[in-house]
């Protein structure tokens, strides 16, 4: 449980402005009380059936409602109290790349559509909790979340189920041009974008519009954001490529903590004096290791308080200090939480994605969860991989480690040793690229295809050696009885289609 001193310290980084807390059944018996995963499951189903039939709904989501059903379940399941189990796995907050209030901004939610949210949610739990003060608790609380996630006037007609400005899609366009604008320092032009597009400055654009022109020192941008109402505390993620993949847009820093990484000091004074605010985050993440002990004496239970930015998703100063990258902070804020730490599967993902071997070393001794940890690059490292191997870390086989280094994306290449390491720390040649941690099963998942079938597409004759070497099958069918010859044919032209070719048909012949 947050205390009210702490809760008061962070004010300044929430993004969701919700009366109610974001973790608001943790410790309490409500998740078993009401009947477990099982009722959870009832409860969102019932949820996603009133979806498909709501006509004014409906829109606003996806075309296939499987995948947001499954999350949801992981999602209420952990909302609701379900405790941590270790080796499970299948905890919302460890897994999930976006807090509440990012996961919604491209929805356009209005107050009417809040309620219409909350009637079925009523009429769900009516369903499924039988005691009418659970239901009372429950709803209360899903009620001050709905109206903090409105981010829309009432339409007189709505436009579609999209917002004019959004993080992704066509209508991120708005949002780019405005950010390259911000990074130029182009003031008049971002004053254009603000008179266009007036919904650049819901909370979440304007903090990335904010940021960015922090980053780059802009200083009469930073005033001008700050004139036109963007709060000099609003936080937003840093690319991954400044904090890695395990901390993909949950890593929230205040522009505050932006500036100073990039030594931007006239930036940093102009934040000051329009009030901004420092905190055990920003500490952590730039290692100010005085700044820090300062901070947690006044308030102890600081060193291991969510961050209320990331709202559902449990960051703590410990991931904090991790993506910074500060042996230091870490070691200070390890003495200060109560351990275990409730898995810390982030952290401890973080820290072997950036080789830091006494990161990855201080939070094993605190208790982190290595059996969590799924496929990574961590495999390939001397000392860290047999460390977490020894914790029970391995490399599950739902064959997600099949998206790592199977695939042509991102610009990956064919890297044989990746692919050997991972087989060593338990990926298995014949694995499916089955599902994620939230049994989500559409798309991608849902083609069920092998590690052979992704690199005959990329080219990767190595990986292919490597896989038919430890037994992959050359004549296996995804779910649509493609083999991986016929993945061949769908390879960009400029993969050496006659060496992946003979490999698959001589592996073929001596089956
Ligand atoms: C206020 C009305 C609301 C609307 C219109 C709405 C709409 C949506 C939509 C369109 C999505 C994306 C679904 C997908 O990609 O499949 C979504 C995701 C989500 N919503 Fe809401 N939502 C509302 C309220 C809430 C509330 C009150 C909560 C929690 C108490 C919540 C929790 C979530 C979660 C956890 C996800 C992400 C699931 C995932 O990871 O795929 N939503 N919502």
């Not at 904090?243 to 000091?265: D, K, Q, S, Y």
């Not at 390939?380 to 199977?406: E, K």
């Not at 695939?407 to 990926?427: F, S």
């Not at 060496?499 to 089956?511: E, G, I, K, M, P």
Request: with cysteine; aromatic share 6%; charged share 25%.
């Amino acid at each position: 449980m947050v205390t009210r001193a702490a809760a008061d310290q962070l004010r300044h980084r929430r993004l969701l402005d919700a009366r109610a807390e974001f973790f608001p059944f943790r410790g309490t018996d409500l998740f078993v009380r009401i009947g477990g995963q099982p009722t959870v499951d009832a409860l969102v189903d019932h949820l996603y059936d009133a979806f498909e039939d709501d006509p004014v709904l409906r829109p606003l989501f996806p075309r296939d409602l499987t995948d947001g059903r499954a999350a949801q379940k992981i999602f209420f399941a952990e909302w609701l109290g379900g405790e941590y189990t270790p080796g499970d796995g299948r905890r919302y907050s460890d897994h999930t790349y976006a807090p509440l209030r990012h996961r919604h901004d491209d929805v356009t939610i209005t107050r009417s559509d809040a309620g219409r949210w909350l009637a079925h949610f009523r009429r769900a739990l009516e369903q499924v909790v039988p005691t009418e003060s659970d239901r009372t608790t429950i709803f209360d609380q899903a009620k001050a979340m709905a109206h903090a996630l409105v981010n829309a006037e009432e339409p007189s007609t709505r436009r579609g189920g999209t917002s004019p400005v959004a993080a992704c899609g066509v209508a991120a366009r708005t949002l780019k041009n405005a950010t390259d604008l911000a990074h130029k320092g182009d003031t008049a032009g971002v004053a254009a974008s603000l008179a266009q597009a007036p919904d650049l400055r819901r909370a979440s654009y304007g903090a990335r519009l904010l940021q960015v022109a922090a980053m780059a020192g802009r200083v009469k941008t930073v005033e001008f954001l700050l004139r036109s109402g963007v709060g000099p505390d609003r936080p937003h993620y840093l690319p991954i490529g400044l904090v890695g993949h395990a901390f993909e847009r949950v890593l929230l820093v205040t522009p505050l903590c932006a500036a100073r990484l990039r030594h931007r000091t006239a930036v940093e004074a102009v934040l000051l004096h329009a009030g901004a605010a420092e905190d055990v985050f920003t500490s952590a993440f730039l290692g100010d290791v005085d700044l820090l002990r300062k901070q947690i004496a006044a308030a102890p239970e600081l060193a291991e308080t969510p961050d209320p930015a990331a709202d559902v998703i449990d960051i703590t100063p410990v991931d904090h200090a991790v993506a910074g990258g500060q042996v230091e902070t870490l070691r200070l804020l390890l003495d200060n939480v109560r351990r275990p730490l409730p898995g810390a599967v982030r952290a401890l993902r973080g820290a072997a994605e950036k080789e830091s071997l006494p990161m990855v070393k201080l939070l094993l001794d605190g208790g982190a969860d290595a059996t969590l940890i799924g496929a990574g690059r961590w495999v390939l490292h001397p000392q860290i991989a047999p460390l977490l191997a020894a914790r029970g870390a391995s490399v599950r086989s739902s064959g997600s480690w099949i998206g790592l280094c199977c695939t042509g994306n991102q610009g990956r290449k064919d890297d044989p040793e990746y692919v050997r390491a991972l087989l060593r720390h338990g990926a298995r040649a014949d694995d499916r690229r089955t599902g994620d941690p939230f049994g989500r099963t559409t798309g991608v998942a849902a083609l069920a295809a092998t590690g052979l079938h992704y690199a005959a597409k990329a080219g990767f004759v190595q990986t292919i050696e490597v896989l038919l070497e430890h037994g992959a099958d050359p004549r296996a069918k995804d779910s649509q009885g493609r083999t991986p010859l016929d993945w061949l044919e769908e390879a960009a032209p400029t993969v050496d289609r006659e060496s992946v070719r003979r490999l698959l048909t001589t592996a073929t012949r001596q089956r």
